[in-house]
């Protein structure tokens, strides 16, 4: 039977309520969701277990967001109420199994919700789908394997194998991953990163010599004055609140910037701290500037021109760590006030009173997420924010720094370990040296530039270590297109998504180890938003006794592939094996095995932090110089941005609630202003239809209904990964190649 399986969820019926934002985060209410959604899914056993061991110096990485854990000290509960959503899915009692699956088509799943698919459960036994069948039926694991090595082995050329990384991966596992897409002979390695912040790595690189933050959540207690920009650390990284309180307590100031008041921003009652939730909670933002999307660059220009016009230049700093200062300068101060007033869509009055904050500020923390880095001028605007941090002399010192907030719990070691598809020379050549593997030097694919290759026939097999591309990418209609073109298309996963569904002639299921459970490998490490690696070692019985671990899965492929060597692929089950390879692989790793059994673990060398010290061409930290955006939209049109709601976690939803944002029982809704709904004539709950446009291109999504939201005028805001069949593919940041989910030029036409 042939698949006829859709790439976009159903659209199914929701009554939507639309109700108040809240005023505060956390809380009671979060303390009890935890519980519930643990006890629902896992039980009362395993939730207390995953519970008590989350976070702790010997237990498991929680497998939500990338926001660090004190270095010195734990508490019992060291999680969020998002967390526990996360690991409570995970050591969820659901199976998915051969004969659950055996029942129902590809085609049919692909009906249901992509919240129905995750509740299905856990995946037991690795699964394949035929050419031209519409079931998955259970496989052995060698058979998959060979499965696996015959088509790489049959492909016409290592260009034509592309494997992927979700940020989930544990630093073993990617690290094995990279070396066996090298041995295959590609950099074919696009990772989440790409979608996520990858401008953040590419404009920091060039800005600061190091594409990575440079403070520690101690710092977060030091800092006098704390900018969160394009960021809702209520949903999604809550425990960032925590920080950020700490900030409030010791006399700092924070700013939030951002189209939408983020419920977290306004008050936040620590879930942990019992006077706290009974009490008012602290007030996070001493002041809300609510930008228009995309008017960062304007509003971080007319910062600096504050910064500069009250002269603090931190001028020792700058002489002696800086180069394209003066130059700098000039732009800054011919940079028009009105064309600024009119892009952040912010007052002049406004913009000098956080400005002189700024001016004043002796430890500034910048804060950012997906509001800056998924926009097509995204490297300029974070370049723009590391000017402002580099003019006050921000680097170096306690309490001050950049702070690009992490998405997956792991990207950020990912990447150190090697997921990269333009490494450097430095890292293939001494990847080289410690595996014996002659590594290509030619740049591979990043996400876009794979499903263009894929959509033009040119790749034959693609393999994914986590995640869910085909929901998690731009355009996704086309993305589904450029999928079924592929010959084979493995998953390494723990549940179901649409990844599966949409897929290559042939298709695998390998399922996996999750991190809460135990692995007979050892534990494995990760490294978190502040570039500390630790280690995570879980300890619930696995889902089933047929579940490998993810470096098991690699290194069982690396030795059906290359079982001549020169490396040894059959001792990487162990995960001490593999730690000691990437100890002579990777600089900062030295003496890993060891380092990483000290309590909490070790940081990674950071030339920002630690000297300051530059790795850039000219040793020096720069200035760069970006006009503003020169973008003019059509007087009906509107720009939408895409965002998580407070019940997913990227492309897993939990539930069809948004909390704090007073929206429920529904995700097909546009947010907007009410005084452009008067204008257009909508009125709450009306069903729009939406069109993006993409120069001549137009791409048209049915049925979604519209929510009166406090947003800037000419500004909508919807979930990601609904709205992204509305991202066009080659709508990208310039520099990072990010699809632009945060800007998307969309028409909408009333359904009547
Ligand atoms: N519970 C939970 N936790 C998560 C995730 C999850 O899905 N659920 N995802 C994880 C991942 S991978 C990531 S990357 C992070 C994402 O963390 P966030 O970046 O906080 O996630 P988004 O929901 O995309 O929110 C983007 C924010 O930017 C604002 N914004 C949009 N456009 C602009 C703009 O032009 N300018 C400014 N100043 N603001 C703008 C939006 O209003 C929104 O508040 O969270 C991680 N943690
Ligand atoms: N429109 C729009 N699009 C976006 C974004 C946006 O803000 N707007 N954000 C982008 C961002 S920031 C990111 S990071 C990407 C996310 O892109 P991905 O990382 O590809 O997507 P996820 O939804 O996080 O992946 C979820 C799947 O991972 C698998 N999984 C979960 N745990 C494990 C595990 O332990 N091991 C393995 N092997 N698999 C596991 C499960 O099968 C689950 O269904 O999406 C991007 N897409
Ligand atoms: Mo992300």
């Not at 494995?524 to 470096?551: D, I, Q, W, Y």
Request: hydrophobic share 35%.
């Amino acid at each position: 039977m042939p698949r006829d399986s859709r790439a976009q969820p159903p659209i199914l019926k929701e009554g939507l309520r639309i109700g108040r934002p809240k005023k505060t985060a956390a809380g009671l209410v979060g303390v009890q969701k935890s519980f519930s959604i643990g006890l629902k899914e896992a039980g009362l056993k395993r939730t207390l277990q995953t519970m008590t061991t989350v976070n702790r110096f010997d237990g498991y990485d929680c497998p939500g967001c990338a926001w660090p854990d004190p270095d010195d000290h734990r508490s019992t509960f060291e999680f969020c109420e998002n967390g526990a959503k996360a690991f409570a899915t995970e050591a969820t009692k659901k199976r998915v199994t051969p004969s659950s699956l055996g029942k129902i088509s590809v085609t049919e799943l692909s009906n249901l919700s992509d919240m129905d698919l995750d509740k299905m459960g856990r995946i037991t036994h690795p699964m394949f789908l035929r050419e031209g069948s519409d079931y998955y039926e259970e496989i052995e694991w060698n058979e998959a394997f060979r499965i696996i090595s015959t088509s790489i082995n049959q492909t016409e050329s290592p260009e034509n194998v592309v494997l992927y990384t979700s940020g989930r991966a544990s630093n073993e596992a990617a690290f094995l991953w990279g070396t066996l897409a090298r041995q295959i002979g590609t950099n074919n390695l696009p990772d989440c990163s790409n979608m996520c912040h990858e401008s953040s790595g590419v404009a920091l690189s060039k800005s600061i010599g190091i594409g990575k933050g440079t403070v520690k959540l101690s710092c977060f207690d030091e800092a006098d004055l704390i900018l969160v920009i394009g960021q809702n650390p209520g949903t999604n990284h809550p425990r960032m609140l925590t920080a950020l309180a700490g900030c409030k307590e010791n006399g700092g100031s924070v700013v939030s910037i951002n189209p939408l008041e983020e419920t977290a921003m306004k008050r936040f009652k620590h879930p942990q701290k019992p006077l706290h939730l009974i009490g008012r909670g602290t007030q996070i933002a001493d002041e809300h500037l609510p930008v228009r999307i995309g008017g960062d660059a304007a509003l971080l220009q007319g910062f600096a021109k504050v910064v500069l016009s009250h002269g603090a230049v931190n001028t020792d700093f700058v002489s002696r760590n800086t180069s394209g200062f003066e130059k700098w300068k000039e732009h800054i101060n011919s940079a028009s006030w009105e064309e600024i007033e009119l892009q952040s869509g912010i007052s002049r009055e406004s913009i000098e009173r956080v400005g002189e904050a700024i001016a004043k500020s002796e430890r500034m923390i910048v804060c950012w997420a997906m509001g800056l880095t998924q926009h097509e001028n995204s490297v300029a605007v974070i370049q723009e924010v590391a000017n402002l941090l580099l003019v006050g002399g921000h680097f170096g010192k306690p309490g001050a720094g950049a702070c690009p907030v992490r998405g997956h719990s792991n990207v950020q070691g990912d990447r150190t370990v090697g997921i990269n598809h333009h490494p450097s020379e430095e890292f293939l050549s001494s990847c080289e040296e410690g595996t014996g593997i002659s590594m290509p030097r030619d740049r591979g694919y990043d996400v876009v530039e794979f499903i263009q290759a894929a959509l033009e026939g040119n790749v034959g097999i693609y393999m994914a270590l986590g995640g869910n591309l085909i929901s998690a990418m731009s355009d996704t209609e086309r993305v589904a297109e450029a999928i079924r073109k592929i010959d084979l298309t493995v998953q390494i996963s723990t549940k179901l998504n649409r990844s599966h569904l949409v897929t290559g002639r042939e298709a695998l299921i390998l399922p996996c180890l999750g991190r809460t459970e135990k692995d007979p490998g050892g534990f494995v490490t990760v490294e978190n938003s502040m570039g500390r690696v630790h280690s995570s070692k879980g300890s619930l019985e696995p889902a089933s006794e047929f579940l490998l671990s993810e470096p098991e899965i690699v290194s069982r492929i690396g030795e059906a592939l290359f079982p001549e060597g020169p490396l040894d692929w059959k001792i990487y089950h162990d995960h001490e094996n593999t730690r000691y390879l990437i100890s002579r692989c990777v600089s900062g790793f030295e003496d890993f095995n060891s380092r990483v059994r000290s309590r909490g673990g070790f940081y990674l060398p950071n030339g920002p932090r630690d000297g300051p010290t530059w790795s850039t061409p000219s040793g020096k930290a720069q200035f760069f110089c970006h006009d503003l955006p020169d973008r003019k939209i059509d007087d009906t049109r509107f720009i939408m941005m895409t965002v998580r709601s407070h019940d997913q976690y990227n492309t897993t939803i939990y539930g069809m609630d948004d909390r704090y944002r007073g929206i429920y029982n529904a995700r097909r809704v546009v947010m907007m202003n009410e005084k452009d709904m008067l204008e257009i004539g909508a009125s709450p709950g009306q069903e729009v239809d939406l069109t993006s446009h993409w120069g001549e291109r137009m791409t048209h999504s049915e049925r979604w209904k519209v929510v009166p939201y406090d947003i800037p005028r000419g500004n909508l805001c919807s979930y990601f990964p609904e709205a992204n069949v509305l991202v066009p593919l080659e709508s990208t940041a310039e520099g990072s190649n990010t699809p632009t989910s945060k800007w998307i030029e969309v028409s909408i036409s009333l359904r009547t």
